[in-house]
């Protein structure tokens, strides 16, 4: 049980185009998701809270207009980074938890390039 | 601030020994406390979290968690080579680890030595 999902595994972009990540819970119906980013040997920092049906909370210093969530379904949460530039490059996770417990489970990410 | 610090190793262990992880955390309010095992190039996995004060054990593992001196630590005990990985704290001040994401130290890179 709890598993998540992230499509694509691996994206390659040209600099300004806009690209959409996917975390889906696929046996729990998640209340909460996350999104983290994680730099080449560094740790994950987190970005966004978002709630089925509500705005994201966005973590100081994250652009809201520039990334992206919807949180559509109970088990569908999508990252949407516009206007992507080179720096934007990094691995982003996604994370879910369900109304039943503290833990969250973590997608397999997503390896954004931009180029 | 919240910060979670960690020694980033590597610690090396020789196979069947026990590994022993630290982490100090600096918001006295924080309420749950998680261990994450991430492979190279791969997402975290969940070990075990802890709220109380003690130890908490699964299989190998266990968390220790001491709030008066802001530390938890997770012990690995008959240490496999499978173990090797970088292991990550993470913190968070709702008891029910619900309404904030964690935050995570930078995580200590262990290695076990056959």
């Known amino acids: 049980g709890a598993v998540v999902s992230q499509h694509p595994s691996r994206v390659i972009c040209k600099s300004g185009t806009s690209v959409k990540i996917e975390c889906r819970s696929l046996d729990f119906q998640a209340t909460t998701m996350f999104w983290y980013r994680q730099f080449p040997k560094k740790s994950l920092m987190l970005m966004a809270t978002?709630?089925?049906?509500?705005?994201?909370?966005?973590e100081q210093g994250v652009e809201k207009d520039k990334f992206l969530i919807n949180h559509a379904s109970l088990t569908l949460s999508t990252l949407t980074v516009t206007s992507a530039h080179p720096e934007d490059s990094s691995f982003y996770i996604c994370?879910?938890?369900?109304?039943?417990?503290?833990?969250?489970?973590f997608g397999p990410g997503t390896r954004l390039t931009v180029t | 601030q919240k910060e979670v610090e960690q020694n980033s190793g590597p610690l090396s262990v020789p196979e069947g020994a026990i590994a022993s992880l630290n982490c100090t955390y600096s918001?006295?309010?924080?309420?749950?406390f998680f261990w994450y095992r991430q492979y190279s190039g791969k997402s975290p996995e969940l070990i075990m979290f802890?709220?109380?004060?003690g130890d908490k054990e699964d299989g190998r593992f266990t968390a220790q968690l001491n709030k008066a001196s802001q530390y938890v630590s997770l012990l690995i005990r008959d240490s496999q080579p499978s173990d090797s990985a970088t292991y990550l704290c993470a913190v968070n001040l709702n008891p029910g680890g619900g309404a904030d994401g964690l935050t995570f130290g930078k995580g200590t890179h262990l290695i076990i030595q056959p």
């Open positions: 994370s879910a938890r369900d109304y039943r417990g503290p833990e969250q489970y």
């Open positions: 802890i709220y109380s004060n």
């Open positions: 918001d006295r309010g924080s309420q749950s």
């Open positions: 978002s709630n089925e049906g509500s705005k994201a909370t966005y």
